[in-house]
């Protein structure tokens, strides 16, 4: 029992390390990066550093720390359980519990808002408004919210607000509709549950909230470029539907994750910009955070040449870590 309770503070213990040594490192280079005038800003930039630390822990949990504890811990072993490591334990766990509650009280809150549309929903032919053999659900709904909504990750469902369905030109509402089919596209609903649930220490600090805060502003950008593509017409249609929208909104009521929006109290004027500005609605870029993917490949392909050395090493710390902890 003693070995076991060991060997989980050990691994919490760990995850706790890569998990501030990489919320530190984005830190970091968002500071580092503004000094010198560089900043994401692509949605797959902003995400990979929001999700970096999180994502540091695991691989560095499954791809190192639990091999070398598995193999290399001699089987007899018995070692005393200090407080300073069931402290570290306690913390890593109070941040997974805490981004799981976080995760899931966004979902229930945006069941709860999907069961009230659906009380009195009206199922609509969206031949006017997109193809016909189109599969997405879509449902005009009772909402004081002017609402134009994909929800769900599993099961996506578009509710459209009474009010907006009719104030809305057909051509306005074919482009919002267009814009939440790019959420759709790019599973952005259950990207904004990746990021509450990210057990993280990066979600305590104003680095983390702005990262968040950027991605949801990227995303909208990229959503309003995939639902216009070249299209000046269009792209003009959408602003318009997009400006009207904001007009009706009253005072910010952010919808929980799973739920994507087609205004989500970001930048308006970045969007109108995009969409209106003089060369024309702008693709959206193919690239992604390929300094962060390059980074990446390079340190793998070290660590899968040194493998044995680094499993040693790993084994060393932990061992450095209970007599530390004593």
């Given at each position: 029992m003693t070995r076991a309770l060991l060997g989980v503070s050990l691994v919490l213990t760990w995850f706790l390390l890569f998990n501030v040594a990489g919320s530190l490192a984005v830190t970091a280079a968002l500071r580092l990066g503004a000094a010198a005038g560089w900043r994401a800003r692509t949605a797959g930039s902003l995400l990979g550093l929001r999700l970096l630390p999180s994502a540091a822990g695991l691989i560095g949990l499954v791809a190192l720390v639990l091999p070398a504890y598995l193999w290399l811990e001699p089987a007899g072993a018995v070692e005393p359980l200090g407080p300073g490591l069931l402290s570290a334990a306690l913390v890593s766990t109070w941040l997974t519990g805490?981004?799981?509650?976080?995760?899931?009280?966004?979902?229930?809150?945006?069941?709860?808002d999907v069961r009230a549309w659906l009380h009195d929903a009206e199922r609509i032919d969206r031949a006017p408004f997109g193809r016909e053999d189109d599969a997405l659900?879509?449902?005009v709904v009772t909402d004081p919210r002017p609402i134009v909504a994909l929800a769900g990750v599993r099961r996506p469902r578009l509710f459209i607000a009474r009010q907006v369905a009719e104030q809305l030109s057909d051509e306005e509402l074919s482009a919002a509709i267009a814009h939440e089919r790019g959420h759709l596209t790019a599973r952005d609903n259950l990207k904004r549950l990746l990021l509450?649930?990210?057990?993280?220490?990066?979600?305590?600090?104003?680095a983390g909230r702005r990262l968040e805060c950027a991605w949801i502003g990227a995303a909208e950008l990229a959503a309003d470029a995939r639902a216009v593509g070249a299209d000046e017409h269009r792209a003009a249609a959408l602003a318009s539907a997009i400006v009207k929208v904001a007009r009706m909104m009253p005072p910010p009521q952010p919808l929980a994750a799973?739920?994507?929006?087609?205004?989500?109290?970001?930048?308006?004027?970045?969007?109108?910009?995009?969409?209106?500005?003089?060369?024309?609605?702008?693709?959206?870029?193919?690239?992604?955070?390929?300094?962060?993917?390059?980074?990446?490949?390079?340190?793998?392909?070290?660590?899968?040449?040194?493998?044995?050395?680094?499993?040693?090493?790993?084994?060393?710390?932990?061992?450095?870590?209970?007599?530390?902890?004593?």
């Open positions: 805490r981004a799981l509650l976080r995760a899931g009280r966004g979902w229930r809150l945006a069941h709860a659900p879509t449902y509450r649930a990210c057990p993280d220490v990066l979600a305590l600090l104003p799973p739920v994507s929006t087609l205004h989500d109290g970001g930048a308006i004027a970045d969007r109108i910009h995009q969409l209106v500005a003089p060369q024309g609605p702008q693709a959206v870029s193919a690239r992604g955070p390929w300094i962060l993917t390059t980074a990446v490949v390079a340190l793998a392909a070290i660590a899968a040449v040194e493998y044995p050395a680094l499993l040693s090493a790993v084994h060393q710390i932990s061992e450095a870590l209970v007599r530390l902890f004593v």
